[in-house]
Each structure stands twice: as C-alpha cells, then as structure tokens.
C-alpha cells in the first residue's frame, strides 16, 4: 500500500490493517533463512532456473514487509491513532 492509499482508509480500516500487517521477525528470518538455504543448494546443484527465482522474490518480499509496516505506522500516528 502507497501512502496515498492510506490515507484514504478510516480509522477503522487503518488499525485493522496494521494489526494485520504487524511483522514477526523471528518468523521471517527462519524463512529467509529457508530460502536462502534453497538458493545455495541450487547453486551447488547446478539446477539455475525457475526454482532459484521464486525464494529470490520471496526474500524481496519479506524484506518488504516492514516498509510497508511503517508507512502504516507514520499514518497511524499522523492521525493520533497510536
């Protein structure tokens, strides 16, 4: 979600969605941990391709999350929600 699109959201749909969005390090280093064990398994393999593409954007994904996180943050406390 773009910052634009948050401030659209009420106040409501504001605190759901970071309740939602609320990161859990300790899961998402395990997985990225997973997935780069998948990436150099597949390196030492030899087998480049398709299934070293996927936990590549998976790992772009789950660095991602906590952008997203703050932006829904600095909404939240632009608006004296927090």
Do not use: C, H
Not at 14 to 28: C, G, Q, R, T, V
Not at 67 to 82: I, P, T, V
């Amino acid at each position: 979600m773009s910052q634009e699109d948050l401030s659209q959201l009420s106040d409501e749909e504001l605190l759901e969605a970071a309740k939602a969005n609320k990161p859990s390090p300790m899961i998402d280093a395990f997985f990225i941990g997973f997935l780069a064990g998948i990436i150099v398994f597949s390196v030492v393999a030899n087998a480049w391709g398709f299934f070293t593409l996927i936990p590549l954007f998976l790992i772009y994904l789950f660095l991602k999350k906590p952008k997203q996180y703050e932006a829904l943050k600095k909404e939240l406390k632009e608006r004296n929600l927090q």
